[in-house]
C-alpha cells in the first residue's frame, strides 16, 4: 500500500455531544467490554469441553464468540483509554489496522450468519443427510472461507481508504477510524471511492442477508410441513436464537450504511451499540435460549469444584 500521506497521526474525536461524560462513559463501556470478553470466553469453554456440543452448529458459534471477542477490541481499548483522560491521538498506522480489523471482523461475521443460516437449513430441511451434507471437512472449508472473504473485503476498502493522500486535517470525528470518516480528511476527490466504499460495506451485508432470508423461508415451509406442535416447537427453538443475533448484528449495519441522511451523532451512537452491546448480548442469547450449553457449562464448573475440594 503506497502511503502518499504526510499525516502521522490523526486525533479521535469521541462520541459528539458527550463533553463532561467521559468518567459515566467510561464505567459503563468498560463494564459492557469485560462482559463481553467473559460471555464469549465462556461460550467456548462450554464447547470445547462438552464432546456433546462438538457439532458443526457448535463449530460455527464457537468462531462466532471468537469473532465477537476480537471485534470490539479493535475499537474500544483505545476508547477506553482517552474517556479515562489519556490522549486522543492515534497513529497513522493504528489508524490503518483499526480500520482493516473492524472490516475484517465485521466482514468474517457477516459471511458467518449467512454460513450458520445454512446449516440450519441443512439440518431442519434435509435432517437425513445432514451429517454428510456437513461433513468435518466442509465445516473447516465454509469456516475457513468466512475468514478469506472478510479479508479480501477489508483489504480491498483498507487500501482504497489509504490510497488517498492526507495532508491537512486530521480530527476524525469518531471514537474509531472507520471510512467515511476518513476519507473526509484526505487531499483529493473521494466522491467516486465514497459511492464503491458505499456500495461495498452497506450492499456486502444486503447480499447476505439475502441468502439467510432465502435460508429460513426454505425453513419455516418445511417446519410448517411438520405435524405435530411439539416438532414444530423444537425446530423452530433451534432457530431462534440465530435469528435473534441475526437482527441484532444487521439492523444496525443497515441503518448506518443505507440510511439516505446521514448523523454523525446517531450514527456513532448505533455502532457503539453495534461494537460493544451485540457481541455482549450473543452469549446471553446463545446461553439463555440453549439447555445444552447451561448443563454444559454446570457440568465443567461441578467437576472443577469437585477436582479442586479432592485436592
Keep these: 500500500m503506497k502511503n502518499l500521506s504526510v499525516v502521522t497521526q490523526f486525533v479521535l474525536l469521541g462520541i459528539p455531544h458527550t463533553e463532561g461524560l467521559e468518567t459515566i462513559l467510561f464505567v459503563l463501556f468498560l463494564s459492557f467490554y469485560i462482559f463481553t470478553l467473559v460471555g464469549n470466553l465462556l461460550i467456548l469453554l462450554a464447547i470445547v469441553s462438552s464432546t456433546r456440543l462438538h457439532t458443526p452448529m457448535y463449530f460455527f458459534l464457537c468462531q462466532l464468540s471468537v469473532c465477537d471477542i476480537f471485534f470490539p477490541s479493535v475499537s474500544s481499548p483505545k476508547m477506553l483509554f482517552y474517556l479515562s483522560g489519556n490522549s486522543r491521538v492515534i497513529s497513522y498506522e493504528g489508524c490503518v489496522c483499526q480500520l482493516f480489523f473492524y472490516h ?5 461475521e457477516c459471511f458467518l450468519y449467512t454460513v450458520m443460516a445454512y446449516d440450519r437449513f441443512v439440518a431442519i430441511c434435509y435432517p437425513l ?7 468435518h471437512r466442509v465445516c473447516a472449508l465454509l469456516a475457513t472461507g468466512t475468514s478469506v472473504f472478510g479479508c479480501i473485503h477489508s483489504t480491498f476498502l483498507t487500501t482504497l481508504t489509504f490510497q488517498l493522500p492526507y495532508c491537512g486535517p486530521k480530527e476524525v470525528d469518531n471514537y474509531f477510524c472507520d471510512i467515511h470518516v476518513v476519507m473526509k480528511l484526505a487531499c483529493a476527490d473521494t466522491s467516486a471511492l465514497e459511492m464503491v466504499g458505499f456500495i461495498s460495506v452497506g ?6 442477508f439475502f441468502f439467510i432470508f432465502t435460508s429460513y423461508s426454505c425453513i419455516v415451509y418445511s417446519i410448517l410441513q411438520i405435524r405435530s406442535t411439539e416438532g414444530r416447537h423444537r425446530a423452530f427453538s433451534t432457530c431462534s436464537a440465530h435469528l435473534t443475533a441475526i437482527l441484532l448484528f444487521y439492523m444496525p449495519v443497515i441503518f448506518i450504511h443505507l440510511r439516505p441522511t446521514p448523523s454523525p ?6 455502532q457503539v451499540l453495534s461494537n460493544l452491546v451485540t457481541p455482549m448480548l450473543n452469549p446471553l442469547i446463545y446461553s439463555l435460549r440453549n439447555k445444552e450449553v447451561k448443563s454444559s457449562l454446570r457440568y465443567y464448573f461441578l467437576e472443577t469444584t469437585v477436582s479442586m475440594e479432592s485436592k
Design 104 to 108: 475484517f471482523l465485521g466482514g468474517t
Design 129 to 135: 443427510r445432514y451429517s454428510i451434507i456437513m461433513s
Design 203 to 208: 450492499f456486502l451485508p444486503l447480499i447476505c
Design 265 to 270: 451523532w446517531l450514527d456513532t451512537t448505533v
